[in-house]
Nanobody, 122 residues
Framework: VQLQASGGGSVQAGGSLRLSCTAS????????MAWFRQAPGQEREFVGV????????RYTDSMKGRFTVSRDSGKNTVYLQMNSLKPEDTAVYYC????????????????WGQGTLVTVSS
């Protein structure tokens, strides 16, 4: 599976961004697609995940209600809609895929996109 992430950029606090991650190389019906982020000097952090087959999502508590993961099966694309952004959301955001169930542990994911930088200014 090859993953191509896009949509990062600079935004002011309170603003919104939508990240996209397009997959190629496999059908995704048995995959979970997740978003992680990594700020400088920090560990990679789970953001949210979606089961491609069921559409069920999971989020880390701190992002629930602000971030939404969705998918478009026809475009083989997963999205991360980010609202009410805060400066502490500044990070490189990665999409990732794994065959099987959703998981919050980045070590369980086999395929990674290249990362897209999100910068939120106060």
């Amino acid at each position: 599976v090859q993953l191509q992430a896009s949509g990062g950029g600079s935004v002011q606090a309170g603003g919104s961004l939508r990240l996209s991650c397009t997959a190629s190389g496999r059908t995704l019906s048995s995959y979970a697609m997740a978003w992680f982020r990594q700020a400088p000097g920090q560990e990679r952090e789970f953001v949210g995940v979606i089961s491609w087959s069921s559409g069920r999502t999971r989020y880390t508590d701190s992002m629930k209600g602000r971030f939404t993961v969705s998918r478009d099966s026809g475009k083989n694309t997963v999205y991360l809609q980010m609202n009410s952004l805060k400066p502490e959301d500044t990070a490189v955001y990665y999409c990732a895929a794994r065959r099987g169930s959703t998981d919050m542990d980045y070590r369980k994911y086999d395929y990674w996109g290249q990362g897209t930088l999100v910068t939120v200014s106060s």
